[in-house]
């Protein structure tokens, strides 16, 4: 089945990296997401990485996949209260309808002095 | 160029009443999709536009949602009636292409049933 997992919770001291993970169920899926959701806002994409990469860099944030394991990670650098968000992994099976992105539950970051 | 803006933010209502969501996405965008997010729980595919016509509505829960999309332009979602297992946030999005790298997303629309 079509099943994104992710961890609820994660909490780290400002300044330090956050390592968010998840596993995903279809190895077949094409593209793999992470969304970011601020209090009160909509959905924004942070980056998506191809399923025939395994790692991307973009600024602070570093996308690993594990194809094998089907695990996913984000890890954020030098974290900041402006990071404090809901974090989401998504992916795209081709199986399912091309029209559609299974998302997790959501991994709330939240930053500590 | 505005964004996919969603109406109302947030609705109260009761158990039983109607209550009508409206998506409007960005302009020249063809493809239009919902999902919601319940109870603090993963965002789940509601269904997805191209212009008018509905794509794929596989994840519609039941005969008490009803998505329109006249003219090809704003949609709307009404839930009729609600039930207390409807509360959520509703999430719209429109993209361009199709692709799903070029999703665009709503605010959201919190509906509380009571």
């Known amino acids: 089945g079509e099943d994104v997992e992710q961890s609820l919770f994660l909490s780290v001291r400002e300044g330090d990296s956050s390592v968010i993970n998840c596993t995903y169920t279809?190895?077949?899926?094409?593209?793999l997401y992470w969304y970011k959701q601020e209090p009160g806002a909509g959905l924004q994409l942070l980056t998506y990485?191809?399923?025939?990469?395994d790692m991307k860099q973009d600024q602070r944030l570093t996308v690993l996949l594990n194809k094998k394991d089907k695990h996913l990670s984000l890890r954020i650098a030098d974290t900041q209260t402006g990071d404090s968000a809901i974090y989401f992994c998504?992916?795209?099976?081709?199986?399912?309808?091309?029209?559609?992105?299974?998302f997790g539950s959501g991994t709330r970051l939240s930053i500590r002095p | 160029e505005a964004g996919v803006t969603q109406f109302p933010s947030h609705s109260v209502i009761e158990k039983g009443q109607t209550v009508t969501l409206r998506c409007d996405p960005i302009?020249?965008?063809?493809?239009l999709y919902w999902y919601r997010r319940v109870m603090g729980k993963e965002i789940k595919f509601l269904l997805h536009?191209?212009?008018?016509?509905?794509?794929?509505e596989s994840g519609m829960p039941n005969n008490r949602f009803l998505a329109e999309r006249t003219g090809g332009t704003y949609s709307t979602l009404k839930v009729q009636p609600a039930e207390l297992e409807d509360s959520g946030v509703y999430f719209c999005?429109?993209?361009?292409?199709?692709?799903?790298?070029?999703?665009?997303f709503g605010s959201g629309t919190r509906l509380t049933v009571v």
């Open positions: 999005a429109s993209s361009l292409t199709g692709r799903l790298y070029g999703y665009t």
């Open positions: 279809d190895s077949s899926s094409t593209y």
């Open positions: 990485i191809f399923s025939n990469m």
């Open positions: 998504a992916e795209s099976p081709p199986r399912s309808s091309a029209s559609k992105i299974i």
């Open positions: 302009s020249g965008h063809d493809n």
């Open positions: 536009f191209v212009k008018e016509s509905k794509q794929d």
